[in-house]
């Protein structure tokens, strides 16, 4: 698969979770991004190959990929074996839009999540668009794909988390919340949510309140960056400050 920009392209190579195969730049193009970018793939092993515009516009058509892309692999298999001490762990369910689903992902690496499960799929073809709107997050952040969520959820709460799910019916709110840790926090998407089976496993439902009457829910990115974050504000000793 090809990668555009230097956002993507650098978070691929910092990351180190796919095999990279050759860096591609559009002849003429110089930049301290692009520098630090080569030196990355020379420590990687990757090949650069130096490209006029026609044979460059082969490879990586978009039109706002600053004169770089990558091809590289698919994402190395992770496990939750491969996480060492999380704190939190969030588990999306439901959410079918590859750019939605960088948003979320984006948020939760912000907010200091070590990972994200998600039920088993091959998201290759919408990689770049998920890299692209994580802005590089989902190359830094585990993903673990699972083929059973119950089983996968069994696994994490036999380590000591608590399970949260955003949930409007028989829950407080968030408001009113002390946030557990470790938390593993359950996510669905608008149109479906979560599932029975993962509701079932659900520790405590929590709900955001809103400012007046409102009774629709929030789209999953903008309740996942409300929960995000209270959850880090919950954590103030985590912080960076920089």
């Not at 180190?16 to 970018?37: P, Q």
């Not at 996510?187 to 659900?202: D, P, T, Y």
């Not at 929590?206 to 629709?216: D, E, K, L, T, W």
């Not at 789209?219 to 103030?236: C, D, H, P, Q």
Request: proline share 3%; aromatic share 8%; glycine share 8%.
């Amino acid at each position: 698969m090809i990668v555009e920009g230097n956002v993507s392209v650098k978070a691929v190579l910092e990351g180190n979770k796919r095999k990279a195969e050759t860096l591609y730049i559009k002849k003429g193009k110089s930049s301290k991004d692009i520098a630090y970018i080569r030196r990355i793939a020379i420590v990687h092993g990757v090949t650069i190959e130096i490209l006029d515009e026609s044979s460059f516009r082969g490879i990586a058509p978009g039109k706002t990929n600053g004169g770089i892309a990558l091809s590289c692999g698919s994402r190395k298999r992770e496990t939750l074996n491969d996480l060492v001490q999380p704190n939190a762990i969030a588990l999306l369910e439901g959410i079918e839009d590859p750019f939605n689903l960088g948003y979320c992902i984006r948020s939760l690496y912000s907010f200091g999540f070590d990972a994200v499960v998600l039920p088993l799929r091959n998201w290759d073809n919408a990689t770049p668009q998920i890299i692209k709107s994580s802005a590089g997050a989902s190359e830094k952040i585990s993903l673990i794909f699972s083929d059973d969520l119950v089983e996968t959820i069994t696994t994490i709460k036999s380590h000591g988390f608590t399970m949260v799910a955003a949930h409007r019916s028989n829950s407080i709110s968030l408001m009113d919340y002390t946030w557990p840790n470790p938390v593993l926090l359950a996510v669905g998407g608008e149109m479906r949510g979560l599932s029975s089976s993962v509701m079932a496993l659900v520790d405590q439902r929590i709900y955001i309140p809103y400012a007046n009457g409102f009774r629709n829910a929030l789209n999953a990115s903008s309740a996942i960056a409300v929960l995000g974050y209270e959850w880090m504000r919950s954590r103030k000793d985590g912080l960076d400050h920089e």
